[in-house]
């Protein structure tokens, strides 16, 4: 512990961003506490100065308690939430505008002496992610950047007090490391603080949590298990490990005789069961409610408790059947902190994206009881790997695309009938005005009349030949710290990719019940779309999955794009375009660095044209009833990675 005049307090408002606050700080050098937001006073008059989060919540209608730091005298930066908390708190007002912001997007600053904004442009790009804006400013404070007619940034240089509207903790704001730098130039802060070692106090804290008991690790393959039970066996040794992998039925094809030799070639053993068969019929138990057996469940939260669930009644029974003393035994994950964050277990204040398979109820009965290991529970997947270099492990794990716990269970869209609701007809009228803007101009201005100008009207009138239309299914998504699930909607027609991915940022802008765009290839579609397959977890629709994932994880190898590709989550969602029985199948391609923000690779950009046209052909041509592949145009917020 450094000197606590040299520590800054993060005040988690319940973002989904927190640790990344905490993690940029730390590489800035400084050292920082992640405190809720409302804790008393006395506990926060001891820091330096303090860094206010966003939120899944509002200062309209739901308030967050906070502890009030504005009166301290001390430097104080808000982001999202905390810009309109420091806005309110001054006397200023924030509005439930017409338009929300939930992408990248160039602000304008506008007073170039701000301390906060040294060195930077007069245009940068940054992630806005909010439904909420600010109104009237605060007296004593300035607007010092505007994202279109929206207030970006504010401040009080007598106060030291700043906001942003944007987050500059994330990768998708290229310049925010400069802005969080000027901030700590502002509080006076040394830069004292060198990082811990991550590899030594992953192996204390092992030490630590496994005593003297026998340790289960639980390893899938990918990088994030497999460096946890590396740790494991180096901070306890051999004979007090013993390493499990379960093949539960959604795994890739081929999977698990891949991950066992790459595991064996990491140094472990890993005991391989097939619990196929357990799987397939699971139930749990969420809150007293008895769920469906898996292969008949349509929720995708569902999927994840039981598979997480029976992850725990496998590993146990494999402990009786190796004579282990239950009493004196451990079980050691590969949580990582974005895993933490979405399932709301790293704030009390955050709200659940989705629920992590490592926090299913049965695992959270582990944890409470001391029986769960997590050494890599705060770190991100760039420090994860990080540690894998350290301990040398063979790049093609290092390396190795994420591929989430359940496997493919979570990469079918399961449904019993079409989501269509009173927004349905509205939204894709909504939708016909953005393709069809000269038809009716002063009609689509009035969804957009708060934020319209004179940039937005010049490149709609450049459409052409692009169509867009709402689908009946629902999908994951992450808007302003809050999960949304929401409706998915198409473009298809014309390939300019610079149009699609201009559309696909604007439409949840306009509509707030839409969280994710694809690109349908093939012909235009002109919609409505209303009808679906019926879609459960059977064998022969995963099979279905399996064999795309297959094709384009060949193409992925062919082209040399693993290392290039941050992931590519291979979906089936339940719409058959007019093909009675068929479904489709969507390329979800990410680039990132920490898994809580990203975006999608550009066609002819980041990935040739000719890899993923040969994808889209090679799937409609090899894997049986598809009617449609499509690309996900869509970034990491509004839409989640993976779509459940």
Known sequence: ????????????????????????????????????????????????????????????????????????????????????????????????????????????????????????????????????????????????AYSGTLVAAIENEALAQYGVQFHPETERTPKGPIIISNFLDIAGFRRLYTPWNKLERSLDYIRKAAGDDHVLVQVSGGVDSTVAAVLVKQALGEKRVTALHFNHGYMRKGESIHVEAALRNAGIDAIVIDATDRFYGATTSINGRITLPLNQVIDPEDK??????????????????????????????????????????????????????????????????GKVIEPLKELHKDEVR??????????????????????????????????????????????????????????????????????????????????????????????????????????????DWDTLFFLASLIPKINRNVNRIVYAFGEPIHGPVTEITRTRLTRDVITQVRDADDIVTQILLKYDLMRKLDQVPVVSFPVPFGIIGNRSIAIRTILTKNYMTGIPAYPGKNIPMEALEEMVSRILREVPHISRVVYDLTGKPPATIEWE
């Open 304 to 369: 994840r408790n039981i598979i997480g669930d029976m992850l725990v009644v496998v590993t146990d029974e494999v402990a009786r059947e190796k004579g282990l003393d239950l009493k004196s035994l451990k079980v050691a994950l590969g949580t990582t902190r974005p895993d933490d964050i979405e399932s709301a277990s790293a704030s009390k204040k955050a709200k659940k994206i989705k629920t992590h398979h490592n926090r299913s109820g049965l695992v959270q009965d582990l944890i409470e009881k």
């Open 1 to 144: 512990m450094g000197d606590i005049a040299e520590k800054l307090a993060i005040l988690d408002a319940g973002a989904q961003y927190s640790k990344l606050i905490d993690r940029q700080v730390r590489l800035l050098g400084v050292e920082s506490d992640i405190v809720p937001l409302d804790a008393p006073i006395e506990q926060l008059r001891p820091y330096r100065a303090y860094i206010i989060s966003g939120s899944g919540g509002s200062v309209i209608d739901d308030p967050v308690p906070y502890t009030d730091i504005f009166g301290e005298g001390k430097p104080v930066l808000g982001i999202c939430y905390g810009i309109q908390l420091m806005n309110q708190k001054h006397g200023g007002t924030v509005e439930r505008k017409e338009i929300r912001e939930d992408d990248d997007a160039p602000i304008k600053i506008v007073y170039h002496d701000s301390h906060l904004f040294r060195g930077l442009h007069e245009q940068e790009p940054v992630l806005l992610t909010h439904g909420d804006s600010i109104g009237l400013i605060a007296p004593g404070f300035r607007v010092t």
């Open 386 to 495: 990080e540690l894998g270099e350290m301990l040398y492990l063979p790049p093609e794990i290092i390396w190795r695309h994420p591929f989430p716990g359940p496997g493919l269970a979570i990469r079918v869209l399961c449904t019993e009938e079409s989501f269509i609701d009173e927004s349905f007809n509205p939204t894709n009228q909504r939708l016909w005005y953005l393709t069809n803007y000269e038809k009716s101009p002063e009609t689509f201005k009035d969804f957009v009349r708060t934020s319209f100008d004179s940039e937005l009207e010049a490149r709609l009138k450049t459409v052409e030949g692009i169509f867009a239309t709402l689908l009946p299914i629902k999908t994951v998504g992450v808007q302003g710290d809050d999960r949304s699930y929401s409706y998915l909607a198409t473009l298809s027609g014309k390939q």
